[in-house]
Nanobody, 115 residues
């Protein structure tokens, strides 16, 4: 059984930074892709960033130049460095990993950007 554990959310002022982490544990053979999604109140869940096996990376237009996704395969961990945060980045952030042909989601971590 694979479990994902997220950490790093919180309250930050506009212009600030946060770093999210998502660590996978359990029986893992290979990870095909790692990504971050977010869901704001009253809105649909949306893709923020994804990194695929092989190194290709995609970002939502709204976060390009501000957010950076990275992965550590040795630790089965994906990170999301968020800089220049804006109030509209406020949401619950979820990691999503494709492990051994299965789709796993983290429990979600709240990010609130407010003065």
């Amino acid at each position: 059984q694979v479990q994902l554990l997220e950490s790093g959310g919180g309250l930050v002022q506009p212009g600030g930074s946060l770093r999210l982490s998502c660590a996978a544990s359990g029986s893992i053979f290979s990870i095909a892709a790692m990504g971050w999604y977010r869901q704001a109140p009253g809105k649909q869940r949306e893709l923020v960033a994804v990194i695929k096996n092989g190194g290709s990376i995609d970002y939502a237009d709204s976060v390009k130049g501000r957010f950076t996704i990275s992965g550590d395969n040795a630790k089965n961990t994906v990170y999301l460095q968020m800089n220049s945060l804006k109030p509209e980045d406020t949401a619950v952030y979820y990691c999503r990993l494709f492990i051994d042909l299965n789709d796993y989601w983290g429990q979600g971590t709240q990010v609130t950007v407010s003065s």
